[in-house]
């Protein structure tokens, strides 16, 4: 099953290139899109993205996704089994879009691998706590659980920058708008990013680790439309930021994060710039990054609602 999923994918994107694909600055660079959350339609969102990065860009995009064993659809509830992980080994940049997973070791090692090869990583909105293991706490890969005392913070706070602390803005009821950090407004990754907005709420970052540098503050807003006034008793907290993290090869690692990615975000064009940038950046491509370039959706993107359980099969 998984086999006719992944080349069915990459079929569609090799048929209909919107860009001609020797124009494109991905042209030549491999992003494998590791999917696995349950609330936010990442197994929607991503696959959208991914269209983005070939049509308009010219990567060569895979998405993997949580496929159920029993029925062998796609099923985000399924915490324990991403099928086709060893499509890292020759990856040059893995998106990683993953809530309280728990793999088995021989699929949680391709993503170890990787992540200690210093090659790039990309994490998206609740990849500040992509594992739990709970059932496997003698598992050797336990300690990246995103409350691991052991290794601080798990793989979030080590890899990303910060682990799940909360909700700082109100779940479903707080959106918020995207500010340029002060004195970030040259950097590559912002070029043509402007007018962010998404009905992500804010997460409570404690103290960002290593040599963390924020790019995109969230300020939260009383409400769930572009239009809502700020919630005055609310700072400004990061949303966006790069980092680099060194493993266990010793090779660093260019890291970009975010912590906005609902899917509601992604139809908003600042967010999708800045995420397709920060792609082009950790791929150490930053010299092609262009404030004009398209960031248009390659196909229909409808998104079902968000909540656990609320997919479509």
């Known amino acids: 099953m998984r086999q006719i999923i992944v080349t069915t994918f990459l079929i569609g994107l090799a048929c209909s290139g919107a860009l001609p694909l020797d124009a494109a600055g991905g042209k030549g660079k491999h992003i494998v899109l590791v999917v696995g959350d349950q609330e936010y339609r990442s197994e929607e969102s991503m696959p959208a993205l991914a269209r983005i990065l070939s049509e308009r860009h010219g990567f060569k995009c895979t998405v993997l996704l949580p496929i159920n064993r029993q029925t062998g659809q796609v099923d985000p509830q ?20 993953a809530r309280w997973l728990e793999l ?102 404690t103290t960002l680790t290593g040599d963390s540098k924020p790019l995109v503050l969230g300020q939260v807003l009383a409400g769930m439309q572009p239009s809502s006034p700020p919630n005055a008793d609310k700072k400004l907290t990061p949303v966006a930021w790069t980092k680099s993290y060194t493993g266990e090869a010793g090779k660093k690692a260019r890291v970009f994060m975010t912590t906005m990615g609902h899917p509601v975000d992604f139809k908003n064009e600042g967010f999708r710039r800045l995420v397709v940038n920060g792609c082009y950046w950790a791929a150490g491509l930053e010299s092609k990054i262009s404030a004009k370039s398209s960031v248009d959706f390659a196909g229909p993107y409808d998104p079902n609602p968000i909540g656990i359980g609320k997919h479509k099969p």
């Open 78 to 97: 399924t915490i324990d089994n991403i099928p086709g992980l060893e499509a890292l080994r020759k990856a040059d940049l893995m998106v990683l879009f």
């Open 104 to 205: 088995p070791d021989e699929q949680m090692k391709e993503i170890v691998d990787y992540t200690n090869s210093g090659r790039p990583m990309v994490g998206v909105r609740t990849s500040s706590h992509p594992f739990n293991y709970r059932k496997n706490p003698g598992s050797p890969y336990a300690r990246y659980s995103y409350n691991s005392k052991e290794f601080d913070g798990g793989y979030g706070r080590q890899v990303f920058g910060e682990t799940w602390i909360r909700h700082y803005g109100v779940h479903q009821k707080e959106s918020t708008r995207g500010v340029i950090a002060p004195g970030m407004e040259r950097d590559p990754i912002l070029k043509g990013v402007k007018d962010i907005w998404g009905e992500s709420d804010v997460y409570e970052i």
